[in-house]
């Protein structure tokens, strides 16, 4: 028997899914001048950049949060004349390194240190595994 059976493990529990709409009301509620409609505007805009700067070959910084980059995954070649990029690709993805930048580290280590982690049982005490009569 692995010695990791029957063990329990860290599992990230997202308490809900912020929309779009949430993230634009989060950012105009943040004390701006600018309403809902501009923060929306400006969000759309940079989406629509960061979108199009990938899709021409470039790596996209954004701020001091992370860089955004495209990663392929295909089939291989015997040779380079032979390779299809068309045919051999079989897969495109986005992908978002994290700032290891000392202003903003956000490598795992410094996540770990920041993050306030808490059991599940924290989050709400009427479950039933944290209920001592049951």
């Given at each position: 028997?692995?010695?990791?059976?029957?063990?329990?493990?860290?599992?990230?529990?997202?308490?809900?899914?912020?929309?779009?709409?949430?993230?634009?009301?989060?950012?105009?509620?943040?004390?701006?001048?600018?309403?809902?409609?501009?923060?929306?505007?400006?969000?759309?805009?940079?989406?629509?950049?960061?979108?199009?700067?990938?899709?021409?070959?470039?790596?996209?910084?954004?701020?001091?949060?992370?860089?955004?980059?495209?990663?392929?995954?295909?089939?291989?070649?015997?040779?380079?004349?032979?390779?299809?990029?068309?045919?051999?690709?079989?897969?495109?993805y986005l992908r978002?390194?994290p700032s290891r930048?000392?202003?903003?580290?956000?490598?795992?280590?410094?996540?770990?240190?920041?993050?306030?982690?808490?059991?599940?049982?924290?989050?709400?005490?009427?479950?039933?595994?944290?209920?001592?009569?049951?």
């Amino acid at each position: 028997m692995p010695s990791c059976f029957g063990k329990y493990y860290a599992r990230i529990v997202a308490l809900r899914t912020l929309s779009y709409r949430d993230l634009i009301q989060h950012i105009a509620d943040h004390n701006t001048v600018y309403g809902r409609d501009v923060c929306q505007g400006v969000a759309l805009k940079l989406q629509d950049c960061i979108l199009e700067l990938l899709m021409d070959g470039n790596k996209v910084q954004f701020g001091e949060l992370g860089t955004f980059y495209l990663s392929a995954t295909s089939n291989g070649a015997d040779d380079e004349e032979k390779f299809n990029a068309g045919t051999d690709i079989k897969g495109l993805y986005l992908r978002f390194a994290p700032s290891r930048l000392n202003i903003n580290d956000l490598s795992s280590k410094t996540l770990k240190k920041k993050a306030q982690l808490k059991n599940v049982k924290e989050l709400n005490p009427e479950t039933p595994s944290s209920n001592n009569n049951g």
